[in-house]
């Protein structure tokens, strides 16, 4: 307990997944964590499962209320962009929409958040850590159905250490994590669309996704947020411009 005692952290898309287990897990170390989500039900329900977390509705699309909050909570300690979306299929089956809308919401709301949070960061002093959520389908390992994501977590992990080799003298780590597929409400929506369109049962699609991983499993929501926390901590002060690799040996 208190890997993160006091620390002023700022989790998006805290609402389900990673974003909520992290948003848990920070505040049970000790940060003063405001959670942010878009969605208010899930973030009612999350102040309900811990009271020491503060919540705030964000869309983090809309540049303005990013600028409010920022003006709102000052410097931070630590920042995880968790928010992302996962558009399937090939080059051939990506409308201008669908690129259009994966790289709005996996990097450039990533990007306009720390240009909003990042001059209190520096001011402060005393140093933050930025954690961008990436993917192993990335500049780390193509993989099929998943261009126009695979295109936009890669652009995460270029933005990652460009911040890090930027702001390393100042005190400012920017890390990215890579994770294979983990057991989250999206993969679930995933699975269940996936099955709809093949004819298969939800539980052959789900079975598929976990025999990629050489583990032969899926990854839980609480294992990426232990390395969220590490990369919180004070144990990773010799760490920045990573793209952390939690799959299982996939990428191997």
């Known amino acids: 307990m208190g890997r993160v005692q006091d620390k002023r952290i700022l989790v998006t898309a805290a609402g389900a997944g990673i974003g909520r287990a ?150 400012i780590r920017c890390n990215a994590i890579c994770p294979a597929t983990v057991e989250t409400p999206s993969l679930h929506r995933r699975i269940a669309e996936q099955a709809a369109r093949s004819g298969e049962s939800a539980e052959k699609v789900h079975a598929a996704f976990a025999a990629r991983q050489p583990i032969g499993r899926l990854g839980s929501v609480d294992e990426v947020a232990a390395l969220v926390t590490y990369l919180a901590s004070d144990e990773s002060t010799f760490t920045t411009g990573t793209a952390q690799i939690i799959d299982a040996g996939w990428s191997n």
């Open 22 to 171: 992290s948003a848990l897990m920070l505040a049970r170390e000790g940060g003063k964590v405001w959670a942010t989500d878009r969605d208010a039900a899930s973030l009612e329900s999350l102040a309900r499962e811990e009271p020491r977390i503060t919540t705030k509705v964000l869309d983090v699309l809309q540049p303005a209320a990013i600028a409010v909050l920022a003006g709102e909570l000052g410097a931070l300690d630590v920042l995880f962009n968790c928010a992302g979306h996962v558009a399937a299929g090939t080059i051939l089956d990506c409308s201008d929409e669908d690129w259009d809308f994966t790289f709005a919401l996996n990097v450039t709301s990533m990007f306009r958040i720390i240009r909003a949070f990042l001059p209190a960061m520096l001011k402060s002093g005393r140093g933050a850590s930025i954690i961008n959520m990436a993917s192993i389908a990335s500049s780390i390992k193509a993989v099929p159905q998943r261009f126009a994501y695979g295109a936009s977590k890669a652009a995460v992990i270029g933005l990652t250490k460009s911040i890090a080799a930027d702001f390393a003298a100042q005190g």
